[in-house]
Every structure is written in structure tokens, then in C-alpha cells.
């Protein structure tokens, strides 16, 4: 039988990669759930040509995001997507696999996001979330601040990083 990092997805939808995950779903997740030094990965998603040249025409019209001539032969070869939208993907993984559906509170940001090489069409993306630091509010005890070092790759190639806050509920918010 294979392995969660070996299954395949024949929809192509995302999935976990590995096989150590949260013992509770999203849908009962909360603070006391993400245990600091945690590492998980989860994956895939990819992205075309021309949904790397939609998104670039509305957000970030730089050539070599939206003219295939000039990407060409420009510094990477080809149309590369705009690390927004790198940011974007890497956000969808985040919220489809890690993120709390009944605890998220919201995230005061984002800190040292990095694109350190390009995302191409067709890249399987995939991402590791390593829980950095996760305490209890002092101010506000029914809640806790986790600190996500989040990575993104396409194969074994980093192409973001980042160090993600998030505000979560906690399930005993007496403690």
C-alpha cells in the first residue's frame, strides 16, 4: 500500500504529503493544536501560462509576467508568475490544510517573505509549515499567537518563505 506522500491524487487536488498531520481535523482545530517544533507538509497545486498572465495583467503587469516574447529573453528564460501570485498559492495550501476553519481569528501579517526563485507553469507546488513558536495571550487568555515558518517548493526548489501570525481560539480558554 503507498504511503500519503506517495498516493496519488487523480483530480490533481491538494493533499498531505506526509504521513504526520494534526490529530484534529481543520474543523476542530484550535490553538492548543499546534504544537511548537511541529514540522508538515502538504501539496500540490501548479498554474499555467495563461492564469500566470490573467493574474499578472490585473496585479502585477510587469513583462515577464505578461508578454511571452520578452520573458523569453529576459533574465528567467520565460513567463514566470508574480510572486504575489506565488504568495497567493502558497496561501491557498495554508488555508485548505493547516489553518483552523473554526479558530482562525485573523493574523496581525507576515514577516521576511521572500521569493528566492521563480514559479513557472506547470510547477508542482508543495509546502512545509514548521510551527515556530505558539503561546497563549496574555491580554486576551482565550486566544493563543502561533508563529508558522512557511516554505514553498516546486520539486525540491524553494520558491517562497515566509513567517506567517496567526491568532487562533483556544478550546479551554481558561487556562
Known sequence: MASMAEAADEAGNSRTLSE??????????YFEDYAQGAVYEYGYTSVTEPEIIEFARRFDPQP????????????????????????????????????SRVASLASPGIDELRWPAPVRPGDKLWIRTTI??????????????????????ADDRLVLSLTALNFLAARNPAL
Not at 20 to 29: E, G, K
Not at 77 to 95: E, K
Not at 136 to 150: A, C, I, M
Open 20 to 29: 504526520a498531520d494534526f490529530a484534529v481535523p481543520l474543523t476542530d482545530r
Open 64 to 99: 515577464m509576467h505578461v508578454d511571452p516574447e520578452y520573458a523569453a529573453t529576459g533574465p528567467f528564460g520565460g513567463i514566470i508568475a508574480s510572486g504575489w501570485q506565488t504568495a497567493g498559492l502558497f496561501m491557498r495550501l495554508y488555508a485548505d490544510h493547516y489553518l
Open 132 to 153: 515556530v513558536e505558539a503561546r497563549r495571550s496574555r491580554s486576551k487568555p482565550d486566544r493563543g499567537l502561533v508563529h508558522t515558518h512557511g516554505e514553498m517548493f
